[in-house]
């Protein structure tokens, strides 16, 4: 069952600007080491942050908070499975809240879509709750 849905759509031109206005200290605020990381290595490292950017966004939707009651950008991380399938994995007050939105007896599951094309990224999320002895 669908337990969250979330979706946002980023222009990469607005995250490039900040990126050359704020540097480090956007990044440090927003970004968790391992996105960080994986972005530098791109060639166009503003549409890897624009896409983890509308992720973070979709997530927070999802979890029908927005960045209030705890939780916080850096709590929701862009990470990808042995597969190559991207996924969120939270911790802190997005974590809470994904358990708080979990029923009992279910494991939750978040889907990531990413994709962009210029000038815009766009990540769409669900989560869903299937019984904890299924996979």
């Not at 669908?2 to 970004?31: P, T, Y």
């Not at 290595?41 to 966004?57: D, G, P, Q, S, V």
Request: positive net charge; glycine residues 8%.
């Amino acid at each position: 069952m669908i337990i969250g849905l979330g979706s946002d759509i980023c222009d990469v031109r607005r995250i490039k600007a900040v990126l050359e206005r704020h540097g480090d200290r956007f990044l440090d605020r927003i970004f968790t080491a391992t996105e960080r990381a994986k972005a530098e290595r791109r060639a166009n490292r503003a549409e890897t942050y624009a896409k983890r950017f509308a992720a973070k966004e979709a997530c927070a939707k999802a979890l029908g908070t927005g960045f209030r009651h705890g939780v916080f950008w850096r709590d929701m991380g862009v990470v990808n499975l042995a597969s190559g399938r991207p996924t969120l994995e939270l911790t802190g007050g997005a974590l809470a809240r994904l358990k708080a939105i979990t029923p009992a007896g279910c494991q939750a599951r978040i889907d990531l879509s990413l994709t962009d094309e210029g000038p815009t990224a766009q990540a769409i999320v669900i989560i869903s709750a299937a019984p904890a002895d299924r996979e």
